[in-house]
């Protein structure tokens, strides 16, 4: 892993489009450890097909971040080594907060040596004001990542940030979209879904060892009563179909009511295994937490592109895309109470034709229109844009 204070010092190279490449700097809260943390997933694909584009992008993490301290205190160092093994075109290196004068000396070196920096929502407060007016003063493009549900759930959250100094907020549904352009004023707001890494996901000849699987993890309050509802329940009443469910966090009493329905808990799932996982399963669940049945309408989570790209079918609870991104009934199945779960499971698991069909559709949707190669080219769009702008 490189040091912070490292130069990039690489000479720039033409891209294919005869321009200079871009230099990035990306500030995530982890791209090496993805449990409990979905925003890793996009971020790796984005970063592999900006690069493949020619740009080059390094990838800023603090030390001892939260996701990475509970990969390493679960499962020890080997996932960090087979991260390595993977992803070997990632620029990973850490840094270490300790006192706001370092912090903008630090910042002022390293943005001074790139083109732009993609700061991603989480990350501190004090960090996302800092790069913010750093870049500014600098005349670094600099973009704000969202893809959570903070500026919805902890609104006074957007004035702590310093958003105004930015070049453009980059929001991952309409309704984050909207509130960024009420609540700040300077930068520009871009929708800006995620997308699937189809270099990882795509569909695998392997033998169904389960008809329905869930990757998720326990949901802070935010979807642990759909959880019972539409997923642990329909276990419990369709006793002649395996379940199987990957994820952390779940509490003992839930594994125990887990293992009393005949759900084989799984644990953590390494991001890169998924596709495995998916194509050994007949079909698969998306539990959206609270706020994307509330409010989040049109804002499908990371784990809607990645199955869909594996080409497994998906039943969704209570969760409507209202901005056209998937055609509901041919993409994807979605369903409105538990019984309505059930039916569709019962279906789609002995209908083998249906299954093919949803699954063949759902994939050649992603390939069209969600691939992380489309958002890097849309990334690519909105930095040029920026700069036309400024200039």
Known sequence: MSQLTAKLDDEPQPTAAGKSPLRIALFCHSIASDWNHGNAHFLRGLIRNLQRMGHHVIALEEQGNWSLSNLLRDH?????????????????????????????SWLSDLLSEVDVCLVHEWNANDLIKAIGETAARLGVVSLFHDTHHRSLTEPDRVHELGLDAYSAVLAYGPTIADIYRVNTDGPAIELFHEGADIDLFHPLPRPKDCDVVFVGNWGDEDRNQATWDYFIGPCRRLPDLSFALFGVRYPPEV??????????????????????????????????????????????????????????????????????????GRDYLAVDSPSQMVEALRWLASDQQAREALGSKGRATILQHHTCRHRAEQLVGIIERVIRRCA
């Open 76 to 104: 020890g160092p080997e996932p960090l080594r087979e991260f390595d093994r993977r992803f070997p075109f990632i620029d990973r290196r850490s840094y270490y907060l300790n006192g706001r004068l370092t912090l903008r």
């Open 255 to 328: 594994l125990a009511a887990l293992q009393e329905a005949g759900v084989h808990w799984r644990g953590w799932l390494p991001n890169y295994l998924a596709p495995e996982v998916y194509a050994a399963s007949r079909l698969t669940l998306h539990i959206p937490r609270r706020e994307y049945v509330e409010s989040l309408h049109g804002t499908p989570t990371i784990r809607v592109f990645e199955a869909l790209a594996c080409g497994v079918p998906l039943v969704s609870a209570g969760w409507r895309d209202d901005s056209g991104l998937f055609e509901e």
